[in-house]
């Protein structure tokens, strides 16, 4: 009788059960992969671009621009603008005497989920128009409850209007009576007052000049605002691009020590589903 080695019996049984189980096992469901798109959200810093009219524009100036004397080719300029020129960041400071300056905002307030509240219809009735509280309201009765600290982002449609002064402004006046000619949409204080009170928000931002409607004569919604300690976004582009939910903004500004305001680079991560 001829006997077979016990390591070869359990090779040949292991074999068999690893055979047995592969052909029955259930396939694992297939995943399919997390797609977004990117959605730049600042304005071109440039020699034309808009600014306050009382304020100092954005220069830029070149130092060298071309083959140098040890042969190769170089490029550098120099820089000039004030803190609150273009796509820019508020910090609290700007309007409260004990808020944050630009480099102690927390970078959690300054990344995280959004929504955008679209508000172009009733800009587009009455270019003087005060984003209301009701206005919130009727988004959350679409949308849901405004919860989880988003960055909540008001399109105005003014957007659009960049880098054409006039139509952005109301105004291509320069010095105080261009100031006083302006005209374009804001948040009214109270909706201010309640967004800061009544849901709590990581950061707040527009696409027109000011969180205040040009005609303010107190910049109370830039107070409550900064009052908290909640960073502002101003001059927002691209916000038409955007859907209601569903996105995640990231919003990195200069880190200027002491600054009241700072250069903004902000983008938007847009999920597939809410494309």
Known sequence: ?????????????????????????????????????????????????IHWPTSAGFEIHSISDGVNHRGW??????????????????????FAENGSTVEEISLDDLIGPAIVIDVSAKVEADR?????TADIIAWESEHGKIA???????????????????AYLGTARRGRR??????????????ARFLIEERGLRAIGIDTPSIDHAKTSD??????????????????ASLDQLPATGLEIIALPMKIRGGSGAPLRIVAKVSSRAS
Not at 182 to 191: E, S, T, V
Not at 220 to 236: D, K, Q, S, W, Y
Request: charged share 15%.
């Open 73 to 94: 080719y170089t490029n550098t300029n120099s820089i000039s603008l004030p803190e609150h020129i273009g796509t820019h960041i508020d910090a609290g400071i700007h």
């Open 148 to 166: 989880d600290r988003p960055i909540v982002l008001f399109n105005t449609g003014f957007h659009l209007a960049w880098p054409n002064a006039r």
């Open 219 to 236: 910049f109370m919604a830039h107070r409550i605002i900064c009052g908290a300690n909640v960073p502002i976004f101003e001059n927002l």
């Open 128 to 132: 003087d128009y005060q984003i209301s």
């Open 1 to 49: 009788m001829k006997y077979i080695p016990l390591i070869a019996i359990v090779w040949a049984f292991a074999a068999g059960e690893l055979a047995f189980n592969t052909k029955i096992a259930p396939s694992a469901p297939s995943v399919k992969p997390t797609t977004h798109r990117w959605v730049d959200l600042t304005h071109d810093f440039a020699p034309n671009m």
């Open 178 to 191: 261009g100031s006083s000619e302006m005209r374009f949409p804001g948040l009214h204080p109270d909706a």
